[in-house]
């Protein structure tokens, strides 16, 4: 028995001790953390694009939602049928099981990593393509000695291509290090309760190869491009615009051109003057001295608006207070009598 079957050995009692104590601790019944955190990131997102006034990619991440909640229940569901099947996910594996499927692993992949200090054993899958877009190597780590609670492994990216609209996000259903499962949660769980190694592996590796546009953190038609500053919604190359003040990235729907030096330009770096409703550049655009409301240059006069213009006008046409002339005669004041001039 060489170097590397020894290792093997050692580690499969090992797990197998492990699961023997989970299987004694575990109630059976796995709450959906990663469906329900999914749901609370995408309400966040929602929050923050209407607070920005993004409708478009708002309605988007609406769609996103949706599929997500769908997901959820879908999972829900499935607890649910879990209190009623009977259970038998805690007839556990023998060390010599164990053993067979940590040898067999060298077989269905071409690395694999065994750490017994770090309690990890590590599979690394070929390059994931999906739809013409390529996502690189996963790394899928599972830590033996957390076997017992919800979330003991985690997918990682080697060569990560993650979506323009979430960093975090390596793969459709990869985020922050964790998978979304889907239909193969049910089946996993198990595999792992009772020390299926191989099967584990493998059902995760098959998840990383399908593509489900229903339960994606992000869709692979929204995974390249970019993203347009003002209404948050990614675009291609060709449909990009380019704010020729602030240099931001806008979408060809919302650049607006300047009617004075014909400048495009994002929201944030054009108006319409108050006066013709015309849109110009901050650059090209005044504010009336009175009012402070934007206007341009032909509708200014004198630095002022029209109706400013008018409103001081009105104050010229009433002329102030008369005063009386201080030699003008009067009547003596008399009582239930006012000052009159003679």
Request: proline share 5%; aromatic share 6%; charged share 25%.
């Amino acid at each position: 028995m060489n170097k590397h079957h020894r290792l093997a050995l050692r580690v499969s009692v090992a797990i197998n001790g492990v699961l023997s104590g989970a299987a004694r601790s575990m109630m059976g019944v796995d709450l959906p953390k990663v469906a329900w955190d999914r749901c609370r990131h995408l309400t966040r997102q929602i929050q923050k694009t209407s607070r920005h006034g993004w409708h478009r990619a708002a309605r988007q991440l609406q769609d996103q939602f949706r599929c997500a909640l769908t997901d959820l229940r879908r999972q829900t569901d499935q607890v649910a049928g879990q209190l009623d099947a009977p259970d038998s996910s805690h007839a556990t594996a023998t060390p010599h099981d164990i053993y067979r499927d940590l040898i067999t692993l060298h077989d269905e992949f071409d690395q694999v990593d065994i750490c017994p200090r770090k309690h990890t054993i590590s599979v690394v899958t070929g390059p994931i393509v999906l739809e013409n877009i390529a996502l690189g190597p996963f790394e899928v780590k599972l830590n033996w000695e957390e076997l017992g609670q919800y979330q003991a492994y985690s997918v990682v990216a080697l060569d990560p291509n993650p979506a323009v609209s979430s960093s975090d996000t390596t793969h459709p259903h990869v985020q922050d290090g964790s998978l979304c499962e889907g239909e193969g949660r049910v089946p996993i769980r198990h595999a792992l309760r009772q020390g299926r190694l191989l099967d584990f592996f493998v059902m995760v590796r098959q998840i990383l190869q399908t593509y489900n546009s229903s339960s994606a953190y992000v869709s692979l038609d929204e995974w390249q491009g970019i993203e347009c500053h003002d209404c948050g919604r990614l675009v291609a190359a060709d449909d990009r615009d380019t704010c020729e003040l602030c240099e931001v990235d806008i979408c060809n729907d919302c650049s607006t051109g300047c009617r004075a030096c014909d400048r495009r330009c994002c929201g944030e770096c054009i108006d319409s003057c108050s006066g013709c409703e015309e849109y110009f550049c901050s650059q090209c655009l005044g504010h009336c001295a009175g009012c402070q409301q934007p206007f341009c240059e032909e509708c200014l006069t004198d630095e002022k608006c029209p109706a400013c213009h008018e409103a001081e006008n009105s104050e010229n046409d009433f002329p102030e207070d008369e005063t009386v002339p201080a030699d003008t005669p009067v009547h003596t004041v008399r009582l239930g009598q006012t000052t009159v001039p003679a």
